[in-house]
């Protein structure tokens, strides 16, 4: 289970710089504004066309998912390109990670509420402990091949783990992958956005960008999903 390990400090380095700040100051950040958004898309957009191509971008391993792959670098940016960071963002003290999607074609700006990798972590630390006297996680209900519920009574838990929907009220589940991988069920979310647009995705493509078309926010910590003959999303098989 190295994965575990591996991935549970990408989340710890994550949160350390908002944990640092006070709660008042973390209200303060908690709201994305959308000028904050357009002046880190214009730097961006001028860092990419002053260096012939290249993105103000952290470096990530080739096998990071995608919607974490490229955090913005503001060191790039601040302070010829911004002021400074954005209140929003972690790096100020903030609750989000700014990132790029279409990258490689038209990067655009998105978050990622980093709430969520709070949640993430603090199941990861439950399942570490737990395997340390268990062979295996604490599987429950295989939904598909290789995606499973956990057991989370066996965590210590007394209710299902799961994590506040960056676009609806709902809560979303967090579910298990066959190599220890935790990450968030986005289902619910995509059931209503392909009955709100009356989309028809072909089977076997990822349907991921329903949810970014029209958000600030990135569905994080996921797999890729498609539709079934019925329309309805599923996990994609990788």
Known sequence: MKQLAGAGMVLLILLLSGCLYPEAKLAQN???????????????????EDSGGLLPIKNKDMNTPVYEKYPVDFSKLVPSLLPEAPGTAYESGGIYQYVLIN????PEVKLIDLRTAEKIRDLRIRLTAYLESNRYPPYKEVLQ?????LDYGKLGLKDAPSVQSPYTDHLLPLLIGSSGEIFVDYRIDLSLKLKETGAKPEEGTDIRTLLTDDSVFVPAFS????????NEPVFLNE
């Open 30 to 48: 908690a709201i994305p504004y959308d000028q904050q958004l357009e002046s880190v898309q214009d730097a961006v957009d001028r860092f990419r």
């Open 103 to 106: 990258a490689e074609k038209k």
């Open 145 to 149: 091949p290789g995606v499973f519920t």
């Open 223 to 230: 797999k890729a999903y498609t539709v079934n003959e019925k």
